[in-house]
Every structure is written in structure tokens, then in C-alpha cells.
């Protein structure tokens, strides 16, 4: 199935780690995409990339970091110095078009305790 | 991108159709109307989007007013599986390549048996 994988579902850290999420697409899309929402709130940009080997910040890129070196895989970093990392992660990827549409992965679920 | 107003929350009874309303009365020429809804702890789905025509397809119908101040996404035939939070985006066309959503707090619509 074509699709966005990312894994694991749930994920528990303890404060002062670092934390690697994983998000795998094979839809042969150019860009991806990286989100956080809060209970209650809309989803908020992190980090997005056009292209591999190129990614830009998005509104709330404080605290984490990405790499695209392949163009199915955009792994998301969630550094210690991130003040609030528990949180629902979610990728997406879409077309390099300006209005494709972008197709989410199911998220991952961070708790930091 | 332009600001979007939605009501935080509407009931519907199922087998009716659902109507959501949305405000973007700063909208400008180049922008379009997105929507897409997310079902409690997964990933957001595309539903339809539009820039100035009334747009119809398998999922729901998009009506946008003739000043393109506000639009209504109508689900004909509401399901219980159609009780999700909608986002109503507007959004760009920025030429260059594919960027990020902004999301509000979206409507979250319960569909009652």
C-alpha cells in the first residue's frame, strides 16, 4: 500500500534525551513535512523540506532537528533543548507543487516524563 | 496566508447534511480555500479545496460566496464516521514550491444517531 509510515506509535523518553521519530513515505513525493499539536489546538508547523538534501524552519522549529538525505525518509529530532517535547507528532508529504495536497502519516505520540 | 473563523463545534444528526461554515474575509485573489478534517488521534485527511467555483467531489461539496469573504463545506449524508475536528485553511499559491499548512482550532463536528 502506498502510503506514511511513522513509528513508533508511542513513544516515552525521560527529560534530557534526545529522540528520534521516523517518517517513511513511498507516494514518490518531493516535499515532507513535520507538525506538532497539543491537545486541543490546530497543528503547528516544524520543519518542512522541498527536496532532499534541503529543508527550511517552519514556526516552531526551536528545540529540533531534521536531515533528508533520501526522498523517502525525513527523520525529526526532538533535542533536550526543547522546552516542551510531549506532544503529537505528525509528518506528512506532498507533491513539490505549491498547492498539492499534503497526505499525514498516522503520528507518534511523545510523552516526555 | 489569510485568517480563518469557524465555530469550535456543531452537532448534526445523522443522514442529514452537514454544514460548516467558515470566514476568511481577508482573503486575497491568489488564495485558496482548503479543508481537511481529522479524526480523533489520526492524522489529518484532505477533503476538497477551492478558489472561486463551487467544487464538488466524492467527500463533500466546497461553496464559496461570490466575494470569496466565506465558504461552507457540506457533507450530504452525515455518518457517525464522519465526527471529526475540520480545518478550514486558506492558502497560497506561492509558485516557488510546496510549503506548510496553518492550521486553527478547527470546528469539531459530532454527528448524534
Known amino acids: 500500500d502506498g502510503g506514511i509510515t511513522q513509528s513508533p506509535k508511542y513513544l516515552f523518553r525521560k527529560e534530557g534525551q534526545n529522540v528520534t521519530l521516523s517518517c517513511e513515505q513511498n507516494?514518490?513525493?518531493?516535499?515532507m513535512y513535520w507538525y506538532r499539536q497539543d491537545p486541543g489546538q490546530g497543528l503547528r508547523l516544524i520543519y518542512y523540506?522541498?527536496?532532499?538534501?534541503?529543508?527550511q524552519k517552519g514556526d516552531i522549529a526551536e528545540g529540533y532537528s531534521v536531515s533528508r538525505e533520501k526522498k523517502e525518509s525525513f527523520p525529526l529530532t526532538v533535542t533536550s533543548a526543547q522546552k516542551n517535547p510531549t506532544a503529537f507528532y505528525l509528518c506528512?508529504?506532498?507533491?513539490?507543487?505549491?498547492?498539492?495536497?499534503?497526505?499525514f502519516g498516522p503520528g507518534t505520540r511523545l510523552t516526555v516524563t | 496566508d489569510a485568517k480563518t473563523t469557524q465555530p469550535p463545534s456543531m452537532d448534526c444528526a445523522e443522514g442529514r447534511a452537514a454544514n460548516l461554515p467558515c470566514n476568511h474575509s481577508?482573503?486575497?485573489?491568489?488564495?485558496?480555500v482548503y479543508w481537511y478534517r481529522q479524526i480523533h488521534s489520526q492524522g489529518p485527511q484532505y477533503i476538497i479545496h477551492?478558489?472561486?467555483n463551487n467544487e464538488t467531489n466524492e467527500m463533500a461539496s466546497l461553496i464559496i460566496t461570490e466575494d470569496r469573504k466565506s465558504s461552507t463545506l457540506i457533507l450530504p449524508h452525515a455518518t457517525l464516521r464522519d465526527t471529526a475536528v475540520y480545518y478550514c485553511?486558506?492558502?497560497?499559491?506561492?509558485?516557488?514550491?510546496?510549503?506548510?499548512?496553518?492550521f486553527g482550532k478547527g470546528t469539531h463536528l459530532i454527528i448524534q444517531p
Open positions: 506528512a508529504s506532498s507533491g513539490r507543487q505549491g498547492l498539492s495536497e499534503q497526505y
Open positions: 507516494l514518490n513525493h518531493d516535499a
Open positions: 523540506s522541498q527536496i532532499v538534501n534541503d529543508f
Open positions: 481577508t482573503i486575497s485573489g491568489n488564495e485558496y
Open positions: 477551492g478558489l472561486k
Open positions: 485553511i486558506v492558502r497560497s499559491y506561492s509558485g516557488g514550491g510546496a510549503d506548510g499548512l496553518t
